[in-house]
């Protein structure tokens, strides 16, 4: 069974960091691309970043490229989520999900919808005040 549990989260300023990290088990981890979303009161979960199995390919939505960094360390079975430059419009719950790796033609495809990641983290609070 597929365990994915996230940490790190808190309340900070507007301007500061906040690093998340998300421990997975039950998986054959680098077999798996990782992802962040986050969902906002009231708001639909969205897509925040991802990664690819090695780690080579990252890709975020629009809002948060510059500040946020994904990264993995499939030696721990875990991906952080490394978030600067905070602003209130961060403020959300934030989850951590997990792809099954699939191929087209040879390329990795990689998810960036919600319906693509096949397993959850119950979330982890980042409130970020002004």
């Known amino acids: 069974q597929v365990q994915l549990v996230e940490s790190g989260g808190g309340l900070v300023q507007a301007g500061g ?3 998340l990290s998300c ?3 039950g998986l054959t981890f680098s077999n798996y691309v990782m992802g962040w979303f986050r969902q906002a009161p009231g708001k639909e979960r969205e897509f ?3 990664i690819s199995l090695s780690g080579v390919s990252r890709y ?3 809002s948060v490229k510059g500040r946020f960094t994904i990264s993995r360390d499939n030696a721990k ?3 952080y989520l490394q978030m ?3 602003k209130p419009d961060d403020t959300a719950v934030y989850y951590c999900a997990a792809a099954r ?3 087209s033609g040879g390329y990795l495809v990689m998810p960036k919808v919600r319906a693509d990641f096949d397993s959850w983290g119950q979330g982890t ?4 005040s002004s």
């Open 17 to 19: 960091s906040l690093r």
């Open 23 to 25: 421990a997975a088990s």
């Open 48 to 50: 925040v970043a991802a």
């Open 60 to 62: 975020y939505t629009d």
């Open 77 to 79: 079975n875990t991906v």
């Open 84 to 86: 600067n430059s905070l």
């Open 101 to 103: 790796a699939t191929f």
């Open 125 to 128: 609070q980042v409130t970020v």
